[in-house]
């Protein structure tokens, strides 16, 4: 593992900030009651939509009959469920229940396609194998994934967990001068993300690791700023600076362009 990607997860989410966020994935245990509960619904709005078209077709030809079975089936396993899907990015009633969410293998909402092929592949992997490929496919997977979800690049989320975000790197005093009088390129992402995690975990490393980790990042960041920190510096605390003097230039920036954009567009006069 390179050190640019220290601290940061396959899974891991990224924001703008370089801050990898832990979006847990639900465990099987949630799956398997929101899946309980989504095949009880299931299975009562089939038997009414096809008790009803018994009762609306019952004299007709067999081939009617078929055919109104066969869209009872469509509409209660596969139109439901994409639309209530659809409609409510990423929640069933299953999902609502325990507290449940489907989102894009980039954490953002689904839409109609992905919910559509949930809903064509749970066909066969929930009412027509009791949902027997689901549950295994689900414990294997490292997002706890069923068929649907591999096939159209979701995942199911713990919709109710609370994010925390590691507090922001602190400025070193000693290196205050020389972090707001320095040149700060925009670091590549990966490595922003890497020093971001470094000092917030740094306490968790044996020294050794700690200390090697600490010089390889400084050496990789030592491009990006000039002129070089005091000699003699601690890394730890050049790695500290470069993040809170990035911190405080984007807040900078992003409150400029804020105020330029309050003087130039007119207010919105349905606010």
Request: charged share 20%; aromatic share 4%; net charge neutral.
């Amino acid at each position: 593992m390179s050190s640019s990607t220290v601290g940061v997860g396959a899974d891991d989410l990224v924001t703008g900030e370089a801050v990898a966020l832990d979006l847990p994935h639900a465990a099987i245990g949630l799956r398997l009651a929101s899946g309980v509960i989504d095949l009880v619904v299931g299975y009562v709005l089939l038997y009414g939509l096809q008790f009803a078209a018994a009762w609306l077709v019952g004299g007709a030809d067999d081939a009617l009959q078929a055919a109104v079975t066969t869209a009872a089936v469509i509409v209660a396993l596969v139109a439901v469920p994409t639309t209530m899907e659809t409609l409510t990015r990423g929640k069933t009633l299953g999902h609502l229940a325990v507290g449940l969410r489907t989102v894009r293998d980039d954490a953002g909402p689904i839409a109609f396609r992905q919910a559509l092929t949930r809903a064509l592949l749970g066909v066969l992997e929930i009412y027509t194998c009791a949902g027997v490929p689901a549950l295994i496919c689900a414990a294997i997977s490292q997002r706890g994934k069923r068929l649907g979800d591999l096939l159209a690049g979701t995942y199911v989320v713990r919709d109710r967990h609370k994010i925390s975000l590691p507090p922001p790197a602190q400025m070193p005093p000693q290196l205050a001068t020389w972090a707001r009088t320095s040149d700060l390129a925009p670091l590549p992402d990966q490595l922003a993300v890497a020093l971001r995690q470094f000092v917030a975990r740094a306490a968790t490393f044996t020294p050794e690791v700690r200390a090697q980790l600490g010089q390889r990042l400084l050496e990789e960041t030592r491009p990006y700023v000039a002129p070089a920190p005091p000699e003699g510096t601690h890394p730890e605390y050049v790695l500290m600076a470069v993040l809170a003097e990035r911190r405080t230039r984007d807040a900078a920036r992003l409150e400029r362009e804020s105020s330029l954009r309050a003087r130039i567009l007119p207010p919105d006069p349905g606010l």
